[in-house]
C-alpha cells in the first residue's frame, strides 16, 4: 500500500446505543477505501454528540462514551474520541472535522501528506 493517501474515517452521531452496524461500516467503508487503490485507512473514530443534540431519548453522553468504547476495546484502528460529546453546546458536523483534521495533521506535522480525514 505504498503510495497510497493515508486517511481516517470518522464517524459522527448520537450512538444511542452503538451498534454492530456502526462498527461494520467502518469496516465496509476501510474496504472500499482500500480496493479504489488510492487511499490506506490508517484509522476510524466514533465520536459521539454532545448531551445538548436534543434528540428525544439521547442518553447522557458518559454512558454512550462508555458503550462505544466497550463495543470497540477490541478493535485495533477503530477509537472512540470524546471531545465532540464534551462541548457545551451542539457541534456541526464540520467543526467536528476541522477539529479532527487539525489534530490529526498536527500528529503528522513532520509528514509530507497527513491523513485525511473522511466523515
Known sequence: MAGRIPLVLLACGSFNPITHQHMRLFELARD???????????????????????????????????????????????????????QEDWTETVVTLRYHYDRIAAQYHSSKDPPTVSG
Open 32 to 86: 472500499h477505501m482500500h480496493q479504489t487503490g488510492l487511499y490506506r485507512v490508517v484509522g476510524g473514530i466514533v465520536s459521539p454528540v454532545g448531551d445538548d443534540y436534543g434528540k428525544q431519548g439521547l442518553v447522557a453522553s458518559k454512558h454512550r462514551l462508555a458503550m462505544a468504547r466497550l463495543a470497540l476495546q477490541s478493535s485495533d484502528w477503530v477509537s472512540v474520541d470524546d471531545w465532540e460529546s464534551q
